[in-house]
């Protein structure tokens, strides 16, 4: 008996350790977090804010802007990091109108601003052209002088995304090429989103390949971007207590990704 447990003890063990130090397909590890365990912080009143401005912007579907109103807001941060929202209102595309990704995505760019100090760029009222399908128009000039004064170290493009989607989060690179070598974003930014316990994340679902994309346009400026398409599920805090939940949890995540990877040596 005894020579047969030895050797199902040691099969039982190397099938622990395979399963605690495994690699994803898409070569991040999923080792078992064993840091230490960390204070919160996001607080209520945060939350409540991001609601105010979720129900705010998605009041403004179908509202007529004035000849000469301003469609997108700007603002500044006190780090070098640029977090975008081209969809929070609907954007005009061949002429019609396209649905938005609602007014959570701003909710959340401003709630990280809050706790970061990046800098922010949205869309307040339905303008006439879309910020993530054409290159011409007056968000991408003003997106482009951002980068030129703040000289970003990358830009985060918040979409939202049906909540009938599998994932929690889908990252969207153009399969690699808008992280300009930079993967160490991407391994930071999931590896943070699953301390959290987002763990469902998909890659390059929406690629931000087609058309010129938020994170294409960066990537030609030089600047790394990821497009972080968001489950609704996450992005609707107004909708009741579990989803300002997520909310929060989603906030936490990325936030504890842009202050630690502001803390890492620059190469």
């Given at each position: 008996m005894k020579s047969l447990l030895a050797p199902l003890l040691a099969l039982a063990l190397a099938g622990c350790s395979s399963q605690t130090s495994s690699t994803g397909v898409d070569g991040l590890s999923t080792t078992a977090d064993r840091q230490p365990l960390r204070k919160a912080i996001v607080a209520p009143s945060l939350v409540y804010r991001a609601i105010e401005v979720e129900k705010t912007?998605?009041?403004?579907?179908g509202v007529t802007l004035e000849t000469g109103d301003d469609?997108?807001?700007?603002?500044?941060?006190?780090?070098p990091v640029i977090i975008s929202a081209p969809h929070a209102t609907r954007p005009l595309r061949n002429g019609k109108r396209r649905f938005s990704d609602g007014g959570g995505t701003a909710a959340l760019a401003l709630a990280l601003?809050?706790?970061t100090g990046a800098h922010v760029i949205y869309t307040t009222g339905e303008g006439p052209s879309d910020p993530n399908y054409y290159d011409d128009n007056a968000?991408?000039?003003?997106l482009a002088g951002l980068v030129d004064s703040v000289q970003p170290r990358y830009v985060l493009?918040?979409?939202?995304?049906?909540?009938?989607?599998?994932?929690?989060?889908?990252?969207g690179t153009m399969h690699g090429e808008s992280l300009l070598g930079q993967d160490h974003l991407q391994r930071a930014l999931v590896a943070s989103l699953r301390r959290e316990g987002i763990l469902n994340i998909s890659s390059n679902y929406f690629a931000a390949a087609k058309n010129r994309t938020i994170a294409k346009f960066a990537a030609g400026l030089g600047v790394p971007a990821?497009?972080?398409?968001?489950?609704?599920?996450?992005?609707?805090?107004s909708q009741g207590q579990l989803e300002a939940q997520r909310f929060s949890q989603l906030v936490q995540a990325m936030?504890?990704?842009?202050?630690?990877?502001?803390q890492r040596p620059q190469g």
């Amino acid at each position: 008996m005894k020579s047969l447990l030895a050797p199902l003890l040691a099969l039982a063990l190397a099938g622990c350790s395979s399963q605690t130090s495994s690699t994803g397909v898409d070569g991040l590890s999923t080792t078992a977090d064993r840091q230490p365990l960390r204070k919160a912080i996001v607080a209520p009143s945060l939350v409540y804010r991001a609601i105010e401005v979720e129900k705010t912007l998605d009041a403004r579907e179908g509202v007529t802007l004035e000849t000469g109103d301003d469609w997108f807001k700007v603002v500044p941060g006190s780090i070098p990091v640029i977090i975008s929202a081209p969809h929070a209102t609907r954007p005009l595309r061949n002429g019609k109108r396209r649905f938005s990704d609602g007014g959570g995505t701003a909710a959340l760019a401003l709630a990280l601003a809050e706790l970061t100090g990046a800098h922010v760029i949205y869309t307040t009222g339905e303008g006439p052209s879309d910020p993530n399908y054409y290159d011409d128009n007056a968000f991408k000039r003003e997106l482009a002088g951002l980068v030129d004064s703040v000289q970003p170290r990358y830009v985060l493009d918040i979409h939202g995304s049906h909540a009938y989607r599998p994932y929690d989060v889908d990252l969207g690179t153009m399969h690699g090429e808008s992280l300009l070598g930079q993967d160490h974003l991407q391994r930071a930014l999931v590896a943070s989103l699953r301390r959290e316990g987002i763990l469902n994340i998909s890659s390059n679902y929406f690629a931000a390949a087609k058309n010129r994309t938020i994170a294409k346009f960066a990537a030609g400026l030089g600047v790394p971007a990821v497009q972080v398409e968001v489950n609704s599920t996450y992005l609707s805090p107004s909708q009741g207590q579990l989803e300002a939940q997520r909310f929060s949890q989603l906030v936490q995540a990325m936030a504890r990704f842009i202050n630690g990877d502001r803390q890492r040596p620059q190469g």
